[in-house]
């Protein structure tokens, strides 16, 4: 009996499998369509060590953590003075993709959520696909979202902090979108 079931089974598989190939082409159409954005807004905080937000906004002249990244105390490895929010409002809009200093969201956001020295490249490269894909999926749904670990840790000039053959790393995994 439960030969029988079985047979039944994959002869049914087999018809789907014949049908499918031999029905005609269909078209698939998207039920809406999608344009990339080029900017994020941010709401920016100063933040906690573990990059949880603090109740404080960030303003012009604030140096701390969170409002910008600077690392101290490393010799030969970083070496950053404090430096203030580079913004002069708040929250932010800055270019997703952008390469100018206060105007880069990936390239300060994939380092402080994967640090490049750590990880292989390849994984660097998924951070910053999966970095991108958060940005806009958030920018589609109309929400807002704050430079914490809540959604991603945007700590602007965490690409100044970086070495040479770091920001190589972050360099090669932004571009690279497929």
């Known amino acids: 009996m439960t030969r029988s079931i079985y ?5 049914g598989l087999l018809a789907l499998v014949l049908w499918g190939g031999l029905a005609s082409e269909s078209i698939a159409t998207p039920m809406s369509s999608f344009s990339p954005p080029a900017d994020i807004t941010v709401e920016m905080h100063e933040l906690y060590p573990n990059g949880a937000k603090k ?3 960030c303003s012009p002249g604030n140096d701390r953590w969170g409002c910008s990244a600077h690392c101290t105390n490393y010799p030969d490895v970083c ?7 580079p913004f002069s409002g708040n929250p932010v809009t800055v270019q997703i993709e952008g390469t100018a200093t206060n105007d880069r969201y990936l390239r300060d ?3 402080q959520e994967m640090g490049p020295a750590a990880y292989h490249p390849t994984a660097i490269q998924a951070q ?4 991108r894909s958060f940005a806009y999926y958030h ?3 109309g929400s807002s979202i704050n430079n914490s670990t809540q959604f991603q840790a945007f ?3 965490k690409y100044d902090t970086l070495t040479a053959s770091q ?5 090669v995994a932004v571009q690279d979108r497929y």
Do not use: G, S
């Open 7 to 11: 047979h039944i089974l994959a002869t």
């Open 55 to 57: 109740a404080a906004w």
């Open 79 to 85: 070496t950053t003075p404090a430096t203030a929010y």
């Open 109 to 111: 956001v994939v380092p």
């Open 128 to 131: 910053a696909i999966a970095a």
């Open 139 to 141: 920018i589609r749904q």
């Open 155 to 157: 700590i602007p000039r």
């Open 167 to 171: 920001k190589t790393i972050v360099n």
